[in-house]
């Protein structure tokens, strides 16, 4: 016969023990609900970084096709010319520029690599224009190893040329301005001696997919904490100005 003390041990243990149970069960639902928001959540993430990817490939190579047009279209005007010479150094400056175009993939690059493009695009030009054309350059060398977004400086000139320094005759001057202002601002400032922004150049489909791009992408990587300004676009007769702001931010080294 059972004591009084095993009966309800065991009474005790019938009751708790579903109990125990249940709890462990509630318990494990809730922690394999949690794992799996937690795999949604991470799964999210990378789709929206994949995405983000894929927006700024999209945007750089709709920026891509204009200034291999406008290079291309400018070595045939030398091969009419018959000025061969000229020619050979034009190409070797395209060479240069289409081979580091397509091996860069990151969306961020040093700003000395930016330069560089830039240049060699800008020797074309100069090949191109002559003596007609100057370019002045006003660059902080400390800048060199911080971080832009590509073909961001290479844009803004080739918008230069083909809605300012194209459209006029006689002497044609860029100048290209690169300063840290606020300590930890970079700003950049294009500016040409063409006839000026005819309205907002960011309402113009035709005129403004290179500076829409521009734009959208450092929206993407710095939101509003980057800016992109057109100086007098509705004052005629004063030349081309386009003003942007990024972050000054340095490649980690890690």
């Not at 799964?43 to 999209?58: A, G, H, N, P």
């Amino acid at each position: 016969m059972l004591s009084y003390e095993i009966f309800f041990l065991i009474l005790l243990i019938s009751i708790i023990g579903p109990v125990a149970g249940l709890l462990a069960l509630v318990f494990y639902n809730m922690l394999e609900k949690q794992t799996y928001l937690l795999r949604v959540e991470n799964r999210q993430i990378t789709l929206e970084k994949e995405l983000e990817k894929s927006r700024f490939i999209q945007l750089n190579q709709q920026i891509q096709p204009h200034f291999l047009f406008n290079s291309l279209n400018s070595l045939y005007g030398l091969v009419r010319l018959k000025k061969y010479d000229i020619l050979s150094q034009s190409f070797e400056h395209m060479v240069l520029y289409i081979r580091s175009k397509y091996q860069e993939k990151d969306a961020l690059i040093l700003l000395e690599e930016e330069i560089s493009h830039t240049q060699h695009y800008l020797e074309i030009q100069m090949l191109r224009f002559g003596y007609r054309l100057e370019v002045i350059w006003d660059v902080n060398e400390v800048v060199n190893k911080a971080l832009t977004v590509p073909y961001l400086l290479q844009t803004l000139v080739e918008n230069s040329f083909k809605h300012g320094i194209e459209m006029i005759e006689g002497d044609a001057l860029l100048q290209i301005t690169i300063q840290i202002v606020d300590h930890d601002v970079i700003q950049m400032v294009v500016q040409d001696n063409g006839p000026g922004f005819q309205g907002d150049p960011f309402l113009s489909k035709e005129s403004g997919i290179g500076l829409i791009n521009v734009k959208r992408r450092l929206e993407l990587l710095f939101g509003n904490k980057s800016s992109i300004t057109i100086q007098d676009v509705t004052k005629q007769n004063s030349g081309g100005v386009i003003i942007v702001n990024w972050p000054l931010t340095y490649q980690n080294l890690q």
